[in-house]
């Protein structure tokens, strides 16, 4: 299976920017689609943004569309999140998360759809 350790959490300003990053190992990151997904306490975990195994498909929740940008690395077996004109709401644990799955072009955004979780990196925003 693949182990996931997610990096690259902090506090910053609103307005600034901050780039997540997901190591993954023990097993090739190519056969698997990526997704980060976040977390407030005591709320569910919520969908952020996909990558397909490729990295040529990619999907953003409606919240952070045109701010965050997911991408990969597969030779370095790493997935970034990058974050930039963050806001106080984009305040949560981020976690990275992986499928294994056979087709080069698909991407999930429902967080039953993974089966591989990081232990999550928090993100603070302040106003």
């Known amino acids: 299976q693949v182990q996931l350790v997610e990096s690259g959490g902090g506090s910053v300003q609103a307005g600034g920017s901050l780039r997540l990053s997901c190591a993954a190992s023990?097993?090739?990151?190519?056969?698997?689609?990526m997704g980060w997904f976040r977390q407030i306490p005591g709320k569910e975990r919520d969908f952020v943004a996909a990558i397909s195994r490729s990295g040529g498909s990619t999907n953003y929740a409606d919240s952070v569309k045109g701010r965050f940008t997911i991408s990969r690395d597969n030779a370095k077996s790493t997935v970034y999140l990058q974050m930039n004109s963050l806001k106080p709401e984009d305040t949560a644990v981020y976690f990275c998360?992986?499928?294994?799955?056979?087709?080069?072009?698909?991407?999930?955004?429902?967080?039953?759809?993974?089966?591989?979780w990081g232990q999550g990196t928090q993100v603070t925003v302040s106003s």
């Open positions: 998360a992986a499928e294994r799955t056979r087709s080069s072009g698909t991407y999930y955004n429902a967080e039953y759809e993974y089966d591989y």
């Open positions: 023990g097993r090739t990151l190519s056969n698997y689609a």
